[in-house]
Structure formats: structure tokens, C-alpha cells
């Protein structure tokens, strides 16, 4: 079992399907902290009332990027965690914080990256008429939005969505690819060969998710 850090800026409803996910017994994780880069976030409620500790390093605080990234990194490491993962972490991380969990850090985000990298990302999935849009989740690299890829999720976008019914969306497949990816990490299956994500005896359906609606389109 590894211990995890979550990262949070706001409602964390996808670390919350991380805490229902080890609740139920099926993440070989423990999740020994959640911090907060600002302290009005909402999900900081929800993970206090699931006992789990929680920090608060507002980054409006921190002159530099750097100095935030260095106490960010201090707190990270207070808790000792195997791996770190973003949930709707609204920071840009410096390239020596991202070396220094190379490998042990990942992050959900809601595109189908390569496309669609850094925000507004159903807005700009609907103003480019994209037929499937959905969310990746990643290792993250000195490089926004451009590391490896673990798993995708895609969805279909409607011709009668706006941005808050492709969002809803796609923040379904988000609550069922973000724990695999935890899981497949704290069983070991996880390698990373030639900057490419190579998961060992994957099985059936595993490696991508498809929305069953894609289907019936």
C-alpha cells in the first residue's frame, strides 16, 4: 500500500471519488494529505470531515513562483508520500519542483490531450466543433499539459451541449479514470519507456475508456 498527497484548488470532487475509491477498499492507497493552494477551496471540508490532514499554502502569499514551489514542496514532503497527484490543482509548477517528483506526480485533466491544454477546455472543445472531447490523465513534465499519458476517457459532444453539459460530462469518465490510474500505479503496473506510459498485463478495457454513449452515437 503507498501513501498518497492530493493537491486541490477548489470543490476537489476528484479527490473526493479518491477518498470513496480507498474508502471502499479498492485503492491500495493511503491518502496521508490533502493541500489547498488557496484556503476558501471546498474540498477542504471534505477531506477534514473524512479525517484526513489537511494544508493550506495560499500561493497569493508567495512573492515568486519559485518560493511557492519550494514551500509547496516542503509540505508535500513533510507527509513522505509515494506519489502526489493534482485534482484540479490551479498552479503552474516550476520545472525544479516537477523534477524533484519525477515520475510520482500526476495530474486528470479535462481534454483529450494533446488537445486542448490548459484552460477553458470544454469552451474551446465547443467553439472548435470537435465531434469527441473527454479528460487524460498524465504524468506531469516541466511541460504543461504534455507528459505522458496513463489513461483517457472520451465522451461524445452533443449538438445541443453548452459548456456545463460537456463539462458534467466529462467530469463522469474523470471520476472513473483518475482512481484506475492511483491503483495502477500503487500495484506497480506503471513503467515509463522512451517518454511513453507502458502498462504491464493490462486488462480488457483498461487501457482507454470509451463512454458508452460514443458508442450508440
Known amino acids: 500500500m503507498i501513501s498518497l498527497v492530493i493537491l ?90 516537477v523534477r524533484h517528483y519525477e515520475g510520482r506526480l500526476i495530474n486528470i485533466h479535462p481534454s483529450l490531450l494533446p488537445a486542448f491544454p490548459g484552460l477553458h477546455t470544454h469552451r474551446r472543445a465547443l467553439a472548435e466543433g470537435v465531434r469527441i472531447h473527454g479528460c487524460s490523465v498524465h504524468f506531469v513534465t516541466p511541460d504543461l499539459d504534455h507528459g505522458p499519458i496513463i489513461i483517457q476517457a472520451a465522451v461524445p459532444v452533443l449538438d445541443e451541449d453548452d459548456e456545463a453539459a460537456l463539462a458534467a460530462r466529462v ?16 500495484e506497480g503496473r506503471l513503467r515509463l519507456q522512451e517518454g511513453r506510459v507502458q502498462l504491464d498485463a493490462p486488462l480488457s478495457g483498461e487501457a482507454v475508456l470509451i463512454a458508452p454513449q460514443l458508442a450508440a452515437r
Do not use: C, K
Open 8 to 97: 486541490i484548488s477548489g470543490r476537489g470532487s476528484n479527490m473526493a471519488s479518491l477518498l470513496a475509491v480507498a474508502d471502499a477498499g479498492e485503492l491500495p492507497a493511503r491518502i496521508v494529505g490533502v493541500i489547498s493552494s488557496r484556503p476558501d477551496a471546498q474540498g477542504l471540508q471534505t477531506a477534514a470531515l473524512r479525517g484526513v490532514p489537511t494544508r493550506v499554502l495560499d500561493y497569493r502569499l508567495f512573492a515568486e513562483r519559485a518560493q511557492f514551489d519550494a514551500a509547496l514542496a516542503a509540505a508535500i514532503d513533510g507527509f513522505a508520500p509515494d506519489l502526489v497527484v493534482l485534482a484540479g490543482f490551479m498552479r503552474i509548477l516550476g520545472g525544479d519542483f
Open 171 to 186: 467530469l463522469l469518465q474523470e471520476h472513473r479514470v483518475f482512481p484506475l490510474a492511483v491503483r495502477w500505479f500503487a
